[in-house]
């Protein structure tokens, strides 16, 4: 499995029902890799650990109650056996060898068994020769110490070992029978073996003399079509689980990979000697009553998959307000205090998460205002009473429609429409005593209109050394020592239309509006004018210099009277008003240099140059 954590999503991480295991390398991201998948409805696994040497550790550390063996049974390097290197020199330590730094081990405890899953090293140059031998005899030493512990153990993956010439597609030559057990990692495999080793090779033994049975191809001699592969995938188990072990064999015709998958099945009960029935569910601890949580280091419990990280498509994703209630009560929304709605009447509406967000309950009543009340319209418990959706009327004053295109300053400065000053003035007087006469017999709601007609007039003070020119029609009139509300305002709205004019004709005529002209980006688009000729004032021709030499694709001008030109090493050219009294002439050219005939006169003029 080449990939690395950052690049492993959460489909491939955790498919369906499945828990994941992963061992990636400590520093070649996407080199190497194992994976292990248990299908939590069958198996969950009881421990689970990274590596052969006990070394690689999560964060925080596993405590020895998950650890899958104990401190001592992990091997040491101080009893271990390396293989030279080319140099004939050995490492002192398993860190120094690097033999778990490159994420090829999984073990794993079901309770039964002990699964390892493993990626051997392949042989690929001889320098790798011994890096491959230390980690198989780790690999051996690790497994035997779980034997020792009383533990059966099945061990898969690739070995990258043909254990035998039935195993190797030029098995059948004898140029390869000769000396086939010689080559180290295969006397290693063949001393791990039964007889001689802990280890049965279940597949063979499902099939002992079956030939091209290959798990391994070439691609790049697409080698899968003519079966020209060899056997390098194995799964193999301890003599303690033949009694539970039912058959094995390979998925040839399954594609995708360079490898094919191998399984094994088990029995689901088996009978021991003393003929009682055990069955596999309970062998592997599943009978519990409720299913354990996998081990720490499952990827379910990874930052990144457990909810507990913050992802960058969090920050584009509008968050979702959960409006809760409990106990019949409404959810408190804190809003500023500036935004009011009078008390809602009684109705079948629903009051909406939306509503709540925008709309303020109004301050409860005194306990003497709600005691004058008709029994019908005093206030009741918010959640039990929903809150009046607004008309159409309503929302449409309140929703103003806007203007097309970019609104200007002095719409900001317009002043809005009302009725007539006199009917105005009547009406507010009229108001003012009606609310004299009623205030002394019960408190009334405020007018909600006459507080947003407030809030809309805003009264701007101009300064006293301000100079309003005669022309305004804001001008203060001569012998007034004070201006009324109305004429302030009439004045200050007036100066305020004067200043948004001058600020738009300002933005009509700055460097933005003139860049939207298409005028403007023609003229800068347009080819480059040819100059004019200092003696005819007409435009001069454009010329490429095609010769080799560093002046070449060089551009320059001519007068487009000249019949020809001199080179671009010239530095003087013909006087035209010369040329033309004399008629037509010839320009001669030596060593870069134009020379003049008898009765020709000549001007010092440089060459235009373009393209430097």
């Known amino acids: 499995m080449k990939i690395t954590r950052t690049a492993l999503e959460r489909p491939t991480a955790l498919p369906g029902p499945y828990h994941g295991f992963f061992s990636f390398p400590v520093s070649k991201g996407g080199y190497s890799g194992v994976a292990v998948y248990a299908d939590s409805r069958i198996a969950i696994p009881i421990k689970a650990e990274e590596g052969l040497t006990g070394m690689l550790q999560p964060k925080p550390p596993l405590s020895p109650e998950e650890r899958v063996s104990s401190a001592s049974s992990y091997p040491d390097s101080d009893d271990f056996e390396f293989f030279p290197e080319e140099d004939g020199s050995t490492p002192p330590d398993f860190a120094t060898a690097g033999l778990d730094y490159e994420g090829r081990a999984l073990v794993v405890d079901f309770g039964l068994f002990v699964l390892v899953n493993v990626y051997c090293p392949a042989e690929a140059s001889e320098s790798r020769l011994s890096f491959k031998m230390n980690f198989h005899r780790l690999l051996e030493k690790r497994v035997r110490s779980l034997i020792a512990e009383g533990r059966e153990v099945i061990l898969v993956g690739d070995i990258n070992i043909a254990a035998t010439p039935l195993d190797h597609g030029e098995g059948s030559l004898a140029s390869r029978q000769i000396g086939f057990y010689e080559h180290p990692p295969r006397a290693w495999y063949q001393s791990f073996l039964e007889p001689d080793g802990p280890m049965i090779d279940a597949v063979r033994k499902s099939h002992p003399g079956r030939e091209g049975m290959y798990t391994c191809w070439s691609t790049l001699l697409s080698a899968r079509g003519s079966n020209y592969g060899s056997r390098i995938d194995y799964i193999l188990i301890t003599k303690g689980l033949l009694p539970w072990f039912k058959f094995g064999d390979i998925q040839s015709d399954v594609l995708g990979s360079d490898h094919c998958p191998v399984y094994i099945d088990l029995h689901d009960e088996i009978t021991l000697p003393s003929g009682e029935t055990l069955t596999l569910k309970s062998a592997m601890e599943m009978d519990t009553p409720a299913p354990r949580d996998p081990p720490r280091i499952c990827a379910k419990f990874w930052t990144e998959f457990s909810g507990k990280q913050t992802l960058v498509s969090a920050f584009f994703t509008k968050k979702k307000e959960a409006v809760s209630t409990i106990n019949g009560d409404s959810p408190k929304v804190n809003l500023p205090r500036e935004v009011s709605v009078p008390a809602a009447e009684s109705g079948t509406g629903e009051t909406t998460a939306t509503e709540l967000a925008i709309v303020e309950p109004s301050p409860a009543p005194s306990q003497k205002a709600l005691g004058k009340r008709k029994p019908s319209q005093q206030d009741t418990p918010t959640a039990s009473r929903p809150a009046k959706k607004p008309s159409v009327k309503e929302t449409t004053s309140k929703k103003a429609k806007k203007p097309d295109g970019q609104a200007k300053l002095s719409s900001f400065f317009t002043q809005p429409s009302q009725p007539k000053k006199a009917s105005s003035t009547a009406s507010t007087s009229h108001r003012s005593n009606s609310r004299s006469k009623s205030s002394s017999a019960a408190p009334t709601p405020p007018d909600t209109n006459s507080a947003s007609t407030s809030a809309a007039i805003e009264i701007i003070e101009i300064d006293s050394d301000l100079d ?35 600020d738009d004709a300002l933005i009509n005529n700055s460097p933005d509006r003139r860049k939207a002209d298409p005028s403007a980006w023609k003229s800068l688009l347009a080819p480059l004018e040819a100059p004019l000729c200092t003696v005819h004032k007409e435009p001069s021709k454009r010329f490429i210099v095609n010769k080799t030499g560093p002046n070449k694709g060089k551009a320059f001008y001519v007068c487009s009277r000249c019949d020809t030109y001199a080179s671009m090493h010239a530095t003087w050219l013909i006087n035209h008003s010369a040329r033309c009294q004399t008629g037509r002439t010839r320009l001669r050219q030596r060593e870069g240099r134009a020379t003049p005939r008898r009765g020709e006169s000549y001007v010092p003029m440089r060459f235009f140059q373009v393209g430097e």
């Open 468 to 502: 309003i020119g005669p022309d305004s029609s804001s001008q203060i009139p001569v012998g007034s020592s004070q201006l009324t509300e109305a004429e302030q305002l009439e004045a200050d709205l007036a100066f305020a239309r004067s200043l948004a004019e001058e």
